[in-house]
């Protein structure tokens, strides 16, 4: 613990102390969606405001599944404008595949659904399967190929881990400038790019499309304990489309949060905004909203059975 302490103190050095955290879990998520290349203090806000909500009552949600009688026990408030504005996003979007409609963006149109699971693995073991470029290996179903290109350094985002040590993050990060140095950060935070062709879901079987995903990692103090945890921010500047232009994908994000618990478990937050478009079903339809619940939870349960080893990654 004590080593865990002094990364901590390290990584905050002459950084002012936390803001209020964000309450409630809609608050905190979209919070962490906004401040993800924000200062440490700043980002540890939200990790402590999901905390507080999971340890009100978040905790009743572990390892639960959704269906028609308890859909809006998983739902999410919508993220603004305001939450992705620090993100590449394109403004105008193809709204309809088939016909070629364009339009501008509208988060409103993005619902949102969390999940929660306490997995087998302790969160760097964890950390050590979500980093890996097979993603398609690891979590085998979801994806028919997935490649990923790393933008900054693995090893050295991998290696702090283990060592407990961490860039300070001291300042706000605008990564997506041109001459950002990710030098500067690269134990704190490792940034990649991914083409993923996803396996078919519901009514969709959609193009391979690129998806930008971004790891955030270090020690944090929750409620004056120091622990570690690592985040995943991930999102499609584009929508995206099957073959024939019917099932789509207009626009989607996610904030994945991987927490250290006692006896070495996980607790696996996973929270999602999607638009998807097809089968004259519209995003906050029960059926998509509880597709979208199981289909993580049941992601986060076949991690958990990997670090148990009552499964193995697929080839």
Known sequence: ?????????????????????????????????????????????????????????????????????????????????????????????????????????DMSRAKGVVSLAEMDCDWIETEAYLIRPDQDAVFSGDWDAYEREYLSDKDAFQGASAAAAFDPIDTALDPFSEGFDDSLYEKSILFTKNQADPSKVLFADLDPYELRLDLRHGI??????????????????????DEDGKNGLIQAFSIELNVQQPNDKTLRMLAVWAEPFGAGLEPDDPAVLNYAVNKSLGASESLSKICSGEEEIGE
């Open 220 to 241: 944090y103090d929750v409620d004056g304990e120091d622990i570690g945890a690592m985040a995943i921010l991930t999102f499609n500047t584009d929508a995206v489309w």
């Open 1 to 105: 613990m004590m080593m865990l302490t002094l990364a901590l103190t390290g990584t905050l050095l002459g950084c002012k102390p936390p803001p209020p955290a964000p309450e409630g879990l809609d608050a905190s998520t979209s919070y962490m969606v906004e401040n993800f290349y924000e200062s440490d203090p700043l980002f540890q806000a939200g990790v402590q405001g999901f905390m507080a909500w999971y340890e009100a009552e978040g905790y009743l949600l572990v390892g639960q599944s959704a269906d028609g009688s308890n859909t809006d026990s998983y739902t999410v408030g919508e993220l603004s404008d305001a939450n992705v504005a620090n993100l590449p996003l394109s403004a105008e979007l193809l709204l309809n595949g088939e016909e070629e409609i364009t339009g501008p963006r």
